[in-house]
């Protein structure tokens, strides 16, 4: 159960302290799309979000890393952010983390990947050794896949809860 045991949790992305990220070695941020930067329904990115991005890419480089099947919707908001993007990554297997590590040569314990699922985004980057971040999904708005998914994440956290006393709403660094 310890590869699905997030390393930081957070309430989302501008919660997360990216100087203690920084200090911690960490050279590059993956994200995930859909409810991690951006809600599932929207194409349209919050001010706040755009200017967290401009900020970030002065410390670190970054990548999003999407099993997202809409293109136009990864290419338009990666365009806007002024960041490369790897879509239908098949996360949790390693291909597109491996892309990621071959492109930038990064190793993956000074990556950090940011997402809202802990079969893909915490699974995938626990398994390969990159500081795994787990924050709260952006809208309750979901693919179909991704709702059943959640309900087998349902059962994650109860072991969670029982091993590492994890909690939604308990956040930590």
């Given at each position: 159960m310890s590869l699905f045991y997030p390393n930081i949790y957070q309430k989302n992305i501008l919660s997360i302290d990216y100087k203690k990220l920084k200090e911690k070695?960490?050279?590059l941020l993956i994200y995930d799309l859909d409810n991690t930067i951006i809600s599932y329904?929207?194409?349209?990115?919050d001010k706040e979000i755009i200017d967290l991005f401009k900020e970030l890419k002065k410390s670190f480089q970054i990548v999003v890393l999407s099993n997202?099947?809409?293109s136009n919707k990864i290419k338009n908001i990666c365009n806007t952010l002024n960041i490369e993007y790897i879509k239908f990554a098949?996360?949790?297997?390693?291909?597109?983390f491996y892309k990621i590590k071959r492109k930038y040569n990064v190793s993956y314990n000074k990556m950090c990947m940011i997402g809202d699922?802990?079969?893909t985004?915490?699974?995938g980057s626990n398994k390969l050794g990159l500081t795994s971040c787990l924050i709260d999904k952006i809208s309750n708005v979901?693919?179909?896949y991704t709702?059943?998914?959640r309900k087998i994440e349902k059962r994650i956290i109860k072991s969670l809860y029982k091993k590492y006393n994890f909690e939604r709403g308990k956040y930590y660094d």
């Open positions: 070695g960490i050279m329904e929207t194409n349209i990115l997202t099947t809409n098949c996360k949790p297997f390693f291909l597109g699922q802990f079969l985004d915490i699974y979901e693919g179909n709702k059943f998914k």
